[in-house]
Nanobody, 124 residues
Framework: HVQLVESGGGSVQAGGSLTLSCEAPGYMDRNYCMGWFRQAPEKQREGVAAIDRDGITSYADSVKGRFTISQDRAKNTLYLQMNSLKPEDSALYYC???????????????????RGQGTQVTVS
């Protein structure tokens, strides 16, 4: 499988915004659910947001109203717009492609078999 490549992470003050991108050639034109997960030190991995081919989205309760997942299939790119960031949002964020649950692309059921290396987000 082609590698998923994330970018856009960085350090930001609480209340700030960041937009993450994920290049996902070979996934977005096929029957894959796309999503974002995050992993913070000494915390469980958390599914953040998911989107299906029709643009239907789902979010973790912890980010609802603050984060927006979107996609540009022509560019094979997945995005995560993060607003009103909090220190507890600090984590390694990585994008995921999952064919096993397609077409029911709910973040609560997605697997992370195909994932990128991640991009670090630090909120202080």
């Amino acid at each position: 499988h082609v590698q998923l490549v994330e970018s856009g992470g960085g350090s930001v003050q609480a209340g700030g915004s960041l937009t993450l991108s994920c290049e996902a050639p070979g996934y977005m034109d096929r029957n894959y659910c796309m999503g974002w997960f995050r992993q913070a030190p000494e915390k469980q991995r958390e599914g953040v947001a998911a989107i299906d081919r029709d643009g239907i989205t789902s979010y973790a309760d912890s980010v609802k109203g603050r984060f927006t997942i979107s996609q540009d299939r022509a560019k094979n790119t997945l995005y995560l717009q993060m607003n009103s960031l909090k220190p507890e949002d600090s984590a390694l964020y990585y994008c995921v492609a999952d064919p096993s649950v397609f077409p029911v692309c709910r973040i609560g059921v997605m697997r992370t078999d195909y994932r990128g290396q991640g991009t670090q987000v630090t909120v202080s």
